[in-house]
């Protein structure tokens, strides 16, 4: 049988999407459910003095109307920081407490502070509008770089600071510096980006006045957590009366890690009120209160010799949490970014220092890459601005300080297992024709255009994470995974695993594993997933971590079913257990034609006796009816993929316009399953890293007013934005697992912001401008070189 | 309340509805026809985009009661005696989605582009794509999906 790992299977779970068949959240309706409109704060920063529903709660088809004073009554819990990260002083981190209904204060625009239960979605709506709420408004807390010298925003955290903290060595660090030949300075902005996962975030939810047990159907990327958030820190009910269901979801890129206000307000909302609820957001909902991402200002230094060999580098950096700290907001911009600000290189000596703070703007927690594509921007940047300070090729500086040799140990904790930048960097450079590059500029500049290329090497450390490790780095939950293969006595199989897919194709991918381990045809394998009811616990989707860890889990438990096989298998053919050998689905018996497939043994396990079998069971003694097995995979350590990325822009000095004329990205994701599944996926974090570089932009006024809350005002990048990106990939296989794998969701998203940026810069002879590098911005960066040039002459 | 009557998907329809019901709501909440997605309800995003006399229109800017009479596609419309239409069939094969929620809206748009233009080059097909926004698949094999549906239809 061919091994399905590394073919081109099409989607198995295709056909429904592309029939209308996908069951989203908002697909789902209840009998009887009522709509829930949320009224939310329209400034940034102001104290509540007084709800008043009265009038609202008389209009028709209201069935209630909750407030923040029913949440404190009911002793509902808020949401919560899923890390811990202390300081360099060693204190802890300062958290505000987050209810799902603000009381007292609100901290942003769109902070909720109530909530309308009606019969229909334009009767809430109504009634929403007769809800008034008198607000003292404060000042707002809007720049990140003024954010520690402005007001207090939550009462006993000085400085609105969440917390100072430093890895590395700063002492060595001035060391390295003090034999430096140069020290390269970069202050850059890491721009904010909203997410924005096509589907808005919605939820259903139903109570069972029997049973007592609510329903949540919600757009999660990881419902087994949400229940516990829920659960254990909202109070909302017991676990084993929470059922949490993530169905179809489309899209999250983080901003559904999160469990949110909403989740929480209609779980328990539900019970009282006795009726199921709908709550979808609108599109400006999801732009004002889905999770931001990235939003630093870094100052970085890079100390060099004439030569081009790196001693030390240093990062400062100001990361923004927005209004509060949520899930993956602490550790994104640190043990996510600081470890990974050195990047692939030997880099004897480093710190990172980042200051995070609160804002009145949206939270800001995990985006896609989360932490990696910042610190590889800063690294990427700053190694190109020293090749041209030193007139040093880019791609020659960068293979002068690779580790040639692994396992690496990286200068910041991570303990790299494989890896080939070498080889990496060379076939990018073939096939994005580096060498062609002067050719294609002069033939631009012949058309008045500059043209300018850009190179990055990224690695990333994914496959998100030991237990042991990230617990010891403040994470509040070990990150695990779980899966569990069940046989039917017919011989289909059906894998429960907590990995959730909202587009990245587990259905298939997993299956694929698992038919290779199994012998069964993939056809009859299923995966299930997203349903708290269904399956053990587990911890999700993100990070790159779904086949890393959930699907070795499914590997692991296939090879206990294998295990379990053979010895019913020695059993029946009456041989011993270790002259059974399990191929293709057939425990055989060398030397003989004694057989038994999969599938036969899966229905002996089921049915374990016959008519005519004189009491004897097929089963050796002590061992269980039934072929099930379950196994809890926690990973020996991250996993690192990497890449060099090549990208080619030509720009119209009279415009300003940013043409993306050739993007190669050359990729090592260890053993890929499915190519064509790994490649959308490359092909998306890329779409979404050169969005970063060229036209997303979140931004909020000074009053805390987000000014790009739709999509005519947030420039999502469109089919018209890009080039036919050009793929390659190099191997070296992942050591810390048995398929060899190293995730690959992020890759793109991470590298994707640094090749355009620096390929920008190139074409404006090293100005920098920030991200995104719009048309305006470029124009004038256009203009002063023009200006510079004229001067000079 | 208004009483109107459409052709939906080949399927004659008469409802009474409120005379602000848009399409988009018309097919989701009262037709149960739940593959019409809605993503901003403000024509920016083109999930929502349906066929009605053989033209894409985005369904959630478009009062029902204007289209009393109208014949219109849906994504459930496409398929016929279980064989999905070509441009289906081939988002499959390209993998022309991932999460799947733009998708139907953008295989609607797809097939307008085609009654249009029978052989478009990439370029014509990243421009008449521009409407319809996909986060996930950074569009390259959309774009490989609608060539390879013009060579088949």
């Known amino acids: ?793 | 309340m208004k009483k109107i009557s459409l052709q939906v998907n080949g399927k004659k329809i008469v409802k009474q509805i409120p005379e602000h019901t848009t399409l988009s709501v018309l097919l989701r909440d009262i037709l149960n026809l739940t593959g019409t997605h809605i993503g901003c309800d403000t024509s920016q995003c083109g999930a929502c985009v349906v066929r009605v006399e053989g033209k894409s229109i985005k369904s959630c800017t478009a009062f029902a009661v204007d289209l009393d009479g109208s014949k219109i596609t849906t994504i459930e419309g496409l398929a016929s005696k279980g064989q999905m239409h070509p441009m289906q069939e081939a988002f499959k094969k390209m993998h022309g989605l991932q999460c799947g929620f733009c998708t139907p809206g953008m295989v609607m748009s797809a097939i307008d582009l085609l009654k249009n233009k029978k052989n478009p080059s990439d370029q014509e097909i990243r421009d008449w794509l521009e409407g319809n926004i996909c986060r996930c698949t950074g569009y390259q094999n959309i774009v490989a999906a609608v060539k390879e549906a013009a060579s088949k239809m």
Request: glycine share 8%; net charge negative.
């Open chain 1, 1 to 793: 049988m061919a091994s399905l790992v590394g073919s081109r299977v099409e989607r198995k779970e295709d056909k429904k999407f592309l029939t209308g068949k996908g069951r989203y959240t908002a697909d789902i309706n209840i009998a009887n459910q009522t709509y829930a409109v949320f009224i939310r704060s329209p400034y940034a920063r102001a104290k509540i003095k007084k709800i008043d529903a009265s009038k609202a709660l008389k209009a028709p088809g209201v069935v209630d109307i909750l407030t923040g004073e029913h949440i404190a009554q009911d002793k509902i819990g808020g949401l919560i920081a899923g890390w811990a990260i202390r300081s360099e002083d060693g204190s802890e981190m300062k958290c505000p407490p987050n209810p799902p209904l603000a009381k007292d204060n609100v901290n942003f625009v769109g902070d909720p502070v109530a909530v309308v239960f009606a019969e229909t979605l334009d009767k809430a709506k109504t009634a929403a509008e007769l809800v008034k709420v008198d607000y003292k408004v404060l000042k707002a807390v809007t720049s990140l770089a003024d954010a520690m010298k402005s007001e207090v925003i939550h009462e006993g955290i000085n400085k609105n600071l969440c917390y100072d903290w430093l890895l590395g060595d700063r002492q060595k660090v001035k060391e390295a510096f003090d034999k430096a030949d140069r020290i390269i300075k970069l202050d850059i902005i890491n721009n904010r980006l909203i997410p924005n996962a096509m589907e808005p975030r919605a939820c259903v939810v139903d109570y069972n006045t029997a049973s007592e047990e609510i329903t949540c159907y919600t757009t999660s990327q990881n419902p087994h957590l949400s229940r516990l958030i829920m659960s254990a820190f909202g109070g909302v009910t017991p676990e084993n009366k929470l059922r949490v269901i993530a169905p179809d979801v489309g899209g999250g890129f983080g901003s559904k890690i999160n469990l949110y206000n909403e989740e929480i307000v209609c779980s328990w909302a539900a019970k009282k009120i006795e009726k199921p609820i709908k709550w979808v957001a609108e599109r400006t909902e999801s732009f004002l209160t889905d999770t931001h991402g990235r939003d630093h200002i870094s100052h970085a230094e890079l100390a060099v010799t004439n030569d081009g060999k790196f001693l030390g580098f240093k990062n400062e950096t100001i990361a923004n949490l927005g209004a509060y700290a949520r899930v993956f907001g602490t550790v994104t911009p640190t043990y996510l970014f600081g470890p990974c600000a050195t990047g692939v290189y030997v880099m004897p000596a480093a710190y990172s220092n980042v200051k995070a703070v609160y804002t009145n703007t949206a939270p800001v927690d995990a985006y896609r890459g989360a932490g990696r594509p910042e610190a590889t921007y800063t690294i990427e940047r700053i190694v190109d601005k020293a090749a041209l300070e030193l007139g040093m090729d880019p791609i020659d500086i960068r293979m002068k300080n690779f580790p040639t040799e692994f396992p690496y140990k990286q200068t910041l904790i991570h303990q790299v297992d494989s890896g080939d930048y070498v080889a990496g960097l060379e076939k990018a450079k073939q096939m994005a024709d580096y060498d062609g590059f002067a050719d294609r500029k002069k033939d631009s500049e012949s058309r008045g255009k500059l043209r300018g290329i850009g190179v990055s090497t990224y690695f990333e450390a994914c496959g998100i994470a030991p237990s042991a490790v990230v617990m010891s780095l403040g994470c509040g939950v070990g990150l695990w995974e779980s899966s569990e293969v069940r046989f039917n006595p017919t011989g289909q199989v059906t894998i429960f695993t907590g990995a959730h897919s909202h587009g990245q194709g587990h259905d298939t991918t997993f299956a694929q594993i698992a038919a290779d381990e199994l012998g069964v045809p993939m056809e009859n394998i299923d995966i299930v997933h997203g349903d708290t009811d269904k399956g053990t616990f587990g911890m999700g989707t993100y990070g790159s971590r779904s086949l890393v860890v959930g699907g070795i889990a499914i590997v692991n438990a296939c090879k206990k079913i294998v295990a379990k096989g053979k010895r019913v298998a020695a059993k029946m053919l009456e041989v011993s257990e270790d002259e059974v050998e399990f191929k293709d689905g057939e425990f055989v018996v060398a030397k003989s034609n004694k057989k038994k497939t999969i599938e036969e043994i899966a229905f002996a396990c089921y049915l374990p006796g016959s008519r005519d079998s004189d009491f004897k069971s097929p089963l050796p003694e002590g061992e269980e009816p039934g072929l099930k097995e379950t196994s809890f995979f926690d990973p020996a350590n991250f996993s690192f993929p990497a890449g060099s990325h090549i990208a080619e822009v030509e720009i119209d000095p009279d415009t300003g316009d940013v043409k993306l004329d050739k993007y190669t990205a050359v990729d090592d994701f260890g053993t890929i399953v499915n190519p064509t599944i790994v490649e959308g996926q490359v092909h998306g974090g890329l779409a979404q890293g050169i969005g970063q570089a060229l036209t997303e932009n979140a931004e909020y006024d000074a009053n805390g007013q987000l000014i790009t809350a739709s999509y005519m005002d947030y420039a999502m990048p469109r089919a018209d934005n890009f080039p036919e990106f050009q793929l390659g990939f190099t191997c070296t296989k992942a050591t810390t697992n048995p398929l060899g794998v190293k995730g690959c969701g992020e890759a793109g998203s991470i590298a994707a912001p640094v090749t355009v940026m620096n390929a920008v810069i190139n074409a404006l002879d090293g100005r920098e401008i920030q991200m995104p590098a719009t048309a305006e911005k470029v124009w004038r960066a256009c203009k002063e070189n023009k200006k510079s040039e004229t001067e000079a002459a």
